[in-house]
Structures are given as C-alpha cells and as structure tokens.
C-alpha cells in the first residue's frame, strides 16, 4: 500500500520513434520540480518492465549515471537535494 502523494508520479511527454521524453514529478509533498529525462526506445522498454516488476535500477541502466537513475527513480535531480536539506 502506497500513500497518496508520497510516490512520484510519470508521464510520457514526447515520442520521437527513437526516443522518449519521459518526466518523473517528485512526490508532491517536496513541492520540487518536474524532472524530464530523454531515454532511446530501448531504454524505455527496459524503464516500463522495471516499473513492473522492480529490481535494481543500476542492474537495468548499468549505462546511465547515478544521478540520472536517481531522477528515474524519484524524480529528485542532483540540485533537488540541496533545495531539500536547505
């Protein structure tokens, strides 16, 4: 069981026939910008199956930084930290 507004919420926002532009929003209670991430078709093959069945995100995207898997992840970007423990 989730509870409402702790989980962040995705959308495709754009399909190009080799890429996806997905944005992540983080939960709403952190009031933090919508992160927007390009991945090609095959990675977003890959994001649908892990958002499906879970896993280790570094197991799935051994090819994307951290940072990136953190925003697919949570939808928190590298300066959403600071913004957080302000």
């Known amino acids: 069981m989730t509870i409402p507004g702790w989980e962040p919420s995705r959308r495709v ?3 190009t026939g080799t890429h996806v532009v997905v ?4 939960p ?3 009031k933090l ?3 927007k991430l390009r991945l090609t078709t ?3 093959k890959r994001y649908c199956m892990w958002l499906a069945k879970g896993g280790m995100i570094q197991d799935v ?5 951290p940072d990136h898997r953190e925003i697919l992840q949570s939808g ?3 300066d959403d930290f600071a913004r957080i423990t302000r």
Do not use: N
């Open 13 to 15: 926002l754009e399909t």
């Open 23 to 26: 944005g992540i929003q983080p």
């Open 28 to 30: 709403r209670f952190l």
């Open 33 to 35: 910008p919508e992160q």
């Open 42 to 44: 095959e990675q977003y």
């Open 61 to 65: 995207f051994p090819e994307i930084d």
């Open 76 to 78: 928190i970007g590298p």
